[in-house]
């Protein structure tokens, strides 16, 4: 039969045609140069400990595939035992494992929050949250980032208008391209104070965060009405995501939740990976202590640059604006050696295009002051 491959395809290459005339067309490139990059934060996922647990696992036996949706025959020990330590450690009742940080998020907002309930979203949470809201039964609004009283604000009005279900608020601990951390106190707070469950992203801030990486909702672990991911591919070196809750919500959505139920589990050896991460931040707490001094090192070095950024994370953005710009600054910085990529729209708002730097221990303080130099030079002389 014959096919006219340019005439089916011809709305998709006219698409991929403007965004490269936009300068937001994507492609995928290979690791090359220091890692400016990544999330990984702690350098684990190249740490000696972790192939030894996971070589160690392999001749144990331990399947590399699950074979099977945990409610079938892919329910393995593994998982089991990483739930389990994982509720523990950060203080939760309960927790389950999912694939990955994206499908957790759209798991639970897909499943957890019903109709007539009410969704209120800070502006800048992850994508995934954004979509499991558009596909769940729950209504949602978007409240102003960072602005408690925004979110209170969202509640009244649709309290006012005859809204009378749960009220779920949602937010990331720590925002992935911004750097900036969110006025939990105050969620915590409103949660209460409106009979609210409080969904919290941690996926930049576990292992980073909190008493030995616990993340910055340990100091409110165990509440009934707080739910938390915490994601395992970025600072933990591994992959997947734990959703922590009570058992009640667990319970809830290893018998109600489709991405969960229909799904191949996540492979036992990923699950092994993760406990041997948990293991890590116990035993060298100077993993924590040594990004800590190196975050403190590079905005310190920033500042005496006369660069700028608003974060005091290990999140650095900078902020360029326009889309060709930021990719000129990237390609320049890559081809010094610095593998520091530029952000566009549609992942941060439109007119605030950046680079996103990242800190991480697989750096050292000398190729900080080395990737700033550069950076300094390649902006001298231009104004954002």
Request: glycine share 10%; proline share 4%; aromatic share 6%.
């Amino acid at each position: 039969m014959d096919s006219k491959p340019s005439a089916i395809t011809a709305n998709y290459t006219a698409s991929l045609s403007a965004l490269k005339d936009d300068h937001r067309l994507r492609g995928l490139k290979p690791r090359a140069g220091i890692d400016f990059t990544s999330n990984d934060y702690l350098g684990l996922a190249n740490a000696p400990r972790m192939k030894k647990a996971v070589l160690a696992a392999l001749e144990a036996g331990t399947s590399i595939g699950a074979g099977g949706s945990r409610l079938l025959r892919g329910n393995c020990e593994e998982h089991e035992r990483l739930e389990a330590e994982a509720a523990q450690f950060f203080g939760a009742e309960s927790a389950l494992f999912f694939g990955g940080g994206y499908v957790a998020n759209f798991a639970v907002l897909t499943t957890l929050p019903q109709r007539g309930d009410l969704l209120v979203l800070d502006a800048l949470v992850h994508a995934s949250i954004h979509e499991g809201a558009r596909a769940g039964r729950a209504d949602f609004r978007i409240s102003e980032h960072n602005d408690p009283q925004s979110v209170e604000d969202t509640i009244c009005g649709w309290r006012a208008k005859g809204g009378a279900g749960r009220i779920w608020i949602v937010a990331e601990s720590l925002y992935s391209m911004d750097g900036d951390f969110a006025p939990l106190e105050d969620l915590i707070a409103i949660a209460h104070q409106y009979d609210a469950f409080l969904m919290v992203d941690e996926a930049h801030a576990t292992g980073v965060f909190g008493k030995q990486g616990r993340g910055l909702t340990a100091l409110y672990g165990g509440r009934e009405n707080l739910l938390v991911v915490h994601t395992c591919g970025k600072a933990l070196g591994a992959a997947g995501a734990l959703v922590t809750a009570s058992r009640a919500l667990r319970d809830f959505m290893v018998n109600r939740c489709r991405p969960f139920i229909f799904a191949t589990a996540p492979s036992p050896l990923i699950a092994v990976a993760v406990r041997e991460a948990f293991s890590i931040l116990q035993d060298e707490p100077e993993r924590q202590q040594r990004l800590d001094k190196l975050v403190a090192f590079t905005h310190q070095e920033i500042g005496l640059r006369g660069l700028s950024s608003p974060s005091q994370s290990q999140i650095v953005p900078y902020v360029v604006g326009d889309n060709a710009r930021v990719m000129q600054i990237a390609s320049a910085l890559q081809t010094r050696g610095f593998d520091v990529r530029g952000i566009r729209p549609p992942t941060v708002p439109a007119g605030t295009a950046r680079l996103r730097i990242s800190v991480t221990l697989n750096v050292r303080e000398d190729d900080v002051r080395a990737m700033l130099d550069a950076l300094a030079e390649e902006t001298r002389g231009w104004s954002r």
